[in-house]
């Protein structure tokens, strides 16, 4: 077994995720990380990791697909030996934004399957295994943290199969911290905003007019490392005697201001 805490993240290619990742090498774990995107692609960001001297692997696998979330979690367990952390920031938009009165079941399934059902399943997966590493070894406390998004409480009606997928990430949040909680494994969540990234920079203006018309207390946009610095706080173990906990990295969006 590896001497060192490792962390598992979920689309850490690029991203919010890679931004994790990144934040965690550098704070002492060594990394896993499963992304559909084709490791050449990733190269150049596992490099980067790498650079901070922490090992990393790289698995090239769909969330989706049950054989290849088990052949990572295997693949991990064979590398590393143990899992510290499990980080669930793999998500989705929908192809093409439509009104509620249309969207299609194909947009649908699409967002669900790999927000929700694939997150729900690789939670239920690591925290089988976690268990049974705090059976065997209590000096191991490992956590779980989910990345929602403030779509879990806020409308958006032109994209509602992602607000209700980001909404149940919440519920999953609830139903294994107080599963989990009798063995010593905590569960947070993080609600990022408008966060600048891949998936935001398609409505790069229209975000840019709502900012500057103070939609948000903070104004300006969010960044990975602002998701990364309250993962890393998570991970540190400074808030142990808490679980179920959120944490909105929105720039107080989630205020109700007159």
């Avoid at 650079?51 to 692997?57: D, E, I, N």
């Avoid at 409505?203 to 104004?219: A, C, R, S, W």
């Amino acid at each position: 077994m590896l001497d060192k805490k490792v962390a598992v993240i979920t689309g850490a290619a690029r991203g919010i995720g890679f931004g994790i990742a990144s934040q965690l090498a550098k704070d002492g774990f060594a990394i896993a990380i499963l992304d559909v995107i084709a490791p050449k692609q990733a190269a150049e960001n596992m490099d980067s990791i790498r650079s901070t001297g922490q090992p990393v692997l790289y698995f090239n696998g769909d969330l989706t697909n049950k054989k290849d979330r088990s052949d990572f979690l295997n693949k991990v367990l064979d590398t590393y030996g143990r899992i510290d952390c499990l980080v669930n920031n793999a998500g989705v938009a929908p192809k093409v934004r439509t009104d509620v009165l249309e969207t299609t079941e194909e947009s649908f399934d699409f967002v669900m399957d790999i927000n929700l059902k694939g997150t729900f399943f690789m939670t239920q997966a690591v925290a089988n295994i976690m268990i049974k590493q705090v059976t065997e070894n209590a000096d191991i406390r490992p956590l779980i943290i989910n990345i929602a998004s403030m779509s879990s409480y806020t409308s958006s009606t032109s994209r509602g199969e992602y607000c209700i997928s980001k909404a149940g990430i919440s519920m999953i949040t609830k139903l294994f911290a107080d599963r989990l909680s009798e063995y010593g494994i905590n569960v947070y969540e993080i609600r990022p905003g408008i966060i600048f990234t891949d998936m935001t920079k398609t409505v790069k203006e229209k975000y840019d007019k709502l900012i500057g018309e103070g939609l948000i207390p903070i104004n300006r946009w969010g960044y990975p490392q602002d998701i990364a610095n309250a993962v890393s706080v998570f991970c540190s173990g400074k808030l142990g005697y808490s679980t179920g906990e959120v944490i909105n990295i929105d720039g107080g969006f989630h205020l109700r201001r007159l």
